[in-house]
């Protein structure tokens, strides 16, 4: 027994459910930091308007590049799609605007590492919803399958694989980063130093991509792999060194006493 999606994923007009979604996931994120600010984190709205105000940018341009950079023929014969709305990849926007975020961090008086670890459960939370509407869209769809939870997309506007059983890896994202973002929740503020919980964030979903891209189809970027697999690896090079040789555990007790320690200086 597969499942069927006859969902149209355009909306109205133009618009379609998966640029909703994705405007949902950035309010979501947005919202997320304004919340932290009221229950007491060291931030100011005005630094996360900023955040948001380079960050949301950022993203935009380096999903962009990495979808073009990835379908390089396909863009060189058809140039003036380039500027269009659709074609962003998930680790272009978090990696780009992680990047727009720390350039301007330098220029400004918040600490980065502490910011992203704020932001950190609100990004993954973020994808979850934005998978959403990779999953009406039929965007982001997988390789055919005979499994009983196949999924067979039949609306003419979207994406994927008409009339075929494909892997649903658009729920299994949603399912996978729901759970990280249970994990992230819980390691919240037991480890150190600031950064720590960006890094388990970007490895736990990393270590994703590496693994679930091999039921998507595609074509291959480098040595047989998907352009998202090879990124994921080079980040999983990065994060796995620093959080095994700079990331230790931190008891919550230890921590409240430091906090306050350093309240009372």
């Known amino acids: 027994m597969v499942i069927t999606i006859g969902i149209d994923p355009v909306a109205f007009l133009n618009i379609r459910w998966y640029g909703i979604m994705i405007a949902l996931a950035i309010l979501v994120i947005v919202l997320w930091l304004l919340w932290q600010v009221r229950r007491g984190a060291k931030l100011s709205n005005n630094t996360i308007l900023m955040a948001a105000l380079v960050g949301i940018p950022s993203g935009i341009v380096a999903s962009k590049l990495l979808h ?71 965007c ?26 494909i892997h649903p890896t658009q729920i299994y994202e949603i399912l996978y980063n729901l759970l990280v973002f249970a994990v992230l929740i819980i390691l919240r503020g037991r480890f150190k130093p600031e950064g720590s919980l960006f890094l388990i964030y970007l490895s736990l979903y990393s270590l994703w991509r590496v693994g679930t891209d091999f039921l998507r189809p595609g ?45 009372r200086r």
């Open 140 to 165: 982001c769809y997988g390789i055919a399958t005979s499994l009983p939870w196949g999924v067979i997309y039949t609306h003419p506007n979207c994406l994927a694989t008409k009339g075929v059983a």
């Open 68 to 138: 073009v950079i990835d379908l390089w023929d396909y863009y060189m014969q058809n140039p003036g799609l380039i500027l269009s709305a659709g074609g962003l990849t998930a680790y272009g926007a978090v990696l780009g605007a992680a990047l727009g975020i720390w350039i301007y961090s330098r220029f400004s008086d918040f600490k980065f590492g502490y910011f992203a670890d704020l932001v950190a459960p609100a990004i993954i939370l973020a994808q979850a919803i934005g998978r959403v509407g990779c999953t009406i869209n039929g």
């Open 219 to 263: 074509t291959p970027f480098l040595f047989g792999l998907h352009q998202a697999q090879i990124i994921a690896i080079i980040v999983l090079l990065i994060t796995i060194p620093l959080l095994a040789y700079r990331t230790r555990w931190v008891k919550v007790e230890e921590e409240s006493e430091n906090e306050e320690t350093n309240g």
